[in-house]
C-alpha cells in the first residue's frame, strides 16, 4: 500500500437518483483502490475502472439520449475525456510508469465531486422529475462543513 490518501464514499456524493448513486458508491470505491493499491495491482485496477466507467458513463450517456436532456453534449465530452484519458494511462501502467497511474487516480478523486455536484446533480434532478414528477429529497448524514 501506499501513503496516498484515498477517496472515501460520503453522503455528500448522494443525489437522490439510486441508480445513479449505486454506480458513483462504485466508482468511488475503485478510485479509492487505485489511489491506494500496490504497484502490482494497478494495472488490473484500471483494467476494472474502464469496465466500470464504460457501463457508468454508457449508462448516464443512454439516459440523456433517450430523455432528450438538455445539456448533454457538455456531460458526453467530460466521459469521452475521461475514458481517453484512461486507455492512454492504462498504456502507461502496463508499460510500468505507475507514478502517471497514481496520478491518474488523484484527477480523478479531485474531478468527480464537481462533475457529480453540476453535470450528474442536474442529471439525477433530470431523471427523477421524469419518473417520479419531482425533484429528489436527499438526507445527508454525518456532513462536515467548514466555517
Not at 443525489?15 to 470505491?29: A, I, K, Q, S
Not at 500496490?38 to 450517456?61: C, K, Q, S, V, Y
Request: a negative charge; aromatic letters at 10%.
Amino acid at each position: 500500500m501506499t501513503d496516498t490518501p484515498g477517496l472515501q464514499w460520503t453522503d455528500a456524493f448522494l443525489l437522490g437518483y439510486e441508480p445513479m448513486d449505486d454506480t458513483h458508491r462504485e466508482f468511488v470505491e475503485i478510485v479509492d483502490k487505485l489511489l491506494t493499491c500496490p504497484d502490482a495491482e494497478m494495472a488490473g485496477l484500471l483494467r476494472a475502472f474502464i469496465t466500470h466507467a464504460e457501463e457508468h458513463f454508457g449508462l448516464e450517456n443512454t439516459w440523456m439520449e433517450e430523455t432528450g436532456f438538455p445539456p448533454r453534449d457538455c456531460h458526453i465530452s467530460e466521459h469521452k475525456a475521461v475514458m481517453e484519458s484512461a486507455v492512454q494511462v492504462e498504456d502507461l501502467v502496463r508499460s510500468g510508469d505507475f507514478a502517471t497511474g497514481r496520478e491518474f487516480a488523484a484527477e480523478l478523486a479531485n474531478w468527480f465531486p464537481g462533475h457529480a455536484d453540476y453535470l450528474d446533480s442536474a442529471l439525477a434532478q433530470w431523471m427523477a422529475k421524469r419518473k417520479l414528477g419531482g425533484v429528489p429529497v436527499v438526507l445527508r448524514r454525518n456532513l462536515q462543513f467548514e466555517r
